[in-house]
């Protein structure tokens, strides 16, 4: 069989460990970065985004968000019927349908990528959902090359909004270890803070996921209070308590439910 010809554009950070993983299992990729990007062994680099999609089988869009309608809109012209323009940029679903509704006429299919892992670190084995009319041919693409990829629906948007759900999740748990390490700083205690938070992470499982949202349910009235005084606390040590009075405010809505059904 002929080798996989993948159009690659984008070759910034991850577009270039992507490009050189791909050269590594025997495809062959062309390159155009729109911001110049350097050179990878291997990649052939292609005067413009038209010239590196034009028959290729799969074209992968690693530009900067900001970028990727303007880099669908000039692989228009190349796009042809048979191949999968995939867009594996961190973005909104908003913005995934608009890149879809530009290549939609071309023939091409369309792949919504969300990346769930570190591409520097994994590389091709990073985790993908992927969804629209071309998740199906990018999963039979990219699976055999050791990338997991599990296909949500044909709809494009769908793996863009769950990356944001889970967005919501791990930056909102960023948030809380920054706050709660940067009031310890101030209170002379962060080795011990951040001890405790490597012992919580190192022992999570589904039973504390389980304590943390039916506890808070429970216990509302009487966290209000304990978050309100660690709020005040927080503000004495010179540290702006933005996590803290955001789960004040959702304790405070859970109390309101609870009322309500009560």
Request: glycine residues 10%.
């Amino acid at each position: 069989m002929a080798p996989l010809t993948v159009a690659l554009l984008g070759l910034g950070e991850a577009g270039s460990v992507l490009a050189a993983e791909l050269v590594a299992v025997g495809a062959s990729v062309r390159g155009f970065d729109p911001a110049g990007g350097g050179d990878v062994p291997g990649v052939q680099r292609a005067p413009d985004a038209r010239a590196a999609v034009d028959g290729s089988d799969l074209v992968v869009s690693v530009t900067a968000a900001s970028a990727a309608l303007a880099a669908a809109r000039d692989a228009a012209d190349s796009l042809r019927e048979g191949q999968v323009y995939a867009d594996l940029n961190a973005s909104g679903a908003a913005l995934k349908r608009a890149v879809a509704e530009v290549v939609a006429p071309t023939g091409a299919q369309f792949a919504d990528v969300a990346l769930m892992g570190v591409v520097p670190r994994d590389g091709l084995r990073t985790p993908a959902l992927v969804s629209g009319p071309g998740a199906q041919a990018f999963a039979a693409h990219l699976r055999p090359l050791g990338m997991p990829v599990e296909v949500l629906s044909d709809e494009p948007g769908d793996a863009a909004a769950r990356k944001l759900l889970r967005s919501v999740f791990m930056k909102g748990l960023a948030a809380s270890c920054l706050e709660s390490l940067r009031a310890a700083r101030a209170a002379g205690c962060e080795d011990w803070m951040r001890e405790e938070i490597e012992g919580v992470l190192a022992a999570a499982d589904a039973a504390l996921l389980e304590r943390l949202v039916t506890g808070s349910a429970r216990h509302a009235t009487r966290r209000i209070a304990e978050v309100a005084d660690a709020r005040d606390l927080l503000r004495e040590l010179g540290v702006e308590p933005r996590v803290t009075v955001a789960a004040g405010g959702w304790l405070a809505q859970l109390e309101s439910e609870s009322d309500r059904a009560t």
